[in-house]
């Protein structure tokens, strides 16, 4: 099975193509899976600058997600971040900070390559 958007070799059980990011639909009469453009799903926005999402991340912990369109991650890593820098006097804060840029920029390129995107996936 192969998309049909971006010819992208399919397997059984996808629901997303993991090329393109397009939608699969089971096919029962033919037993073929076909990727449709389904409307009834938000499309992925196109156009999220890995760089910018990377420098709003830098900025404020988790900006760069809400940037990405993973909202509730950003928040919860900010949070997180606050409570880590006070439960280990400002410890954790250089590798939270780290690990927030690295995912922010990750997650941008994915969605500016029209990739589908969960809302906590990292890296």
């Given at each position: 099975?192969k998309?049909?958007k971006c010819?992208?070799?399919?397997f059984?059980?996808?629901?997303?193509c993991?090329?393109c990011?397009?939608?699969?639909?089971?096919?029962v009469?033919s037993?073929?899976s076909?990727?449709?453009?389904?409307?009834?799903?938000?499309?992925t926005s196109?156009?999220?600058?890995?760089?910018?999402?990377?420098?709003?991340?830098a900025l404020?912990v988790g900006l760069?997600?809400?940037?990405?369109?993973?909202?509730?991650?950003?928040i919860?890593?900010?949070?997180?971040?606050?409570?880590a820098?006070?439960?280990t006097?400002?410890?954790?804060?250089?590798?939270?900070?780290i690990i927030?840029l690295?995912?922010?920029?990750?997650?941008?390129?994915?969605?500016?390559?029209?990739?589908?995107?969960?809302?906590?996936?990292f890296f």
């Open positions: 099975m998309c049909h010819g992208n070799q399919l059984v059980n996808d629901q997303y993991s090329q990011g397009e939608r699969v639909k089971s096919n009469s037993l073929e076909t990727v449709i453009h389904d409307e009834s799903q938000p499309q196109k156009g999220k600058s890995p760089i910018l999402a990377l420098i709003l991340s404020v760069g997600q809400l940037y990405a369109g993973q909202g509730l991650k950003g919860v890593l900010f949070g997180v971040w606050i409570l820098t006070i439960a006097a400002g410890m954790a804060t250089f590798v939270i900070w927030n690295i995912d922010a920029y990750r997650i941008a390129k994915k969605v500016n390559q029209g990739k589908h995107v969960d809302e906590w996936e």
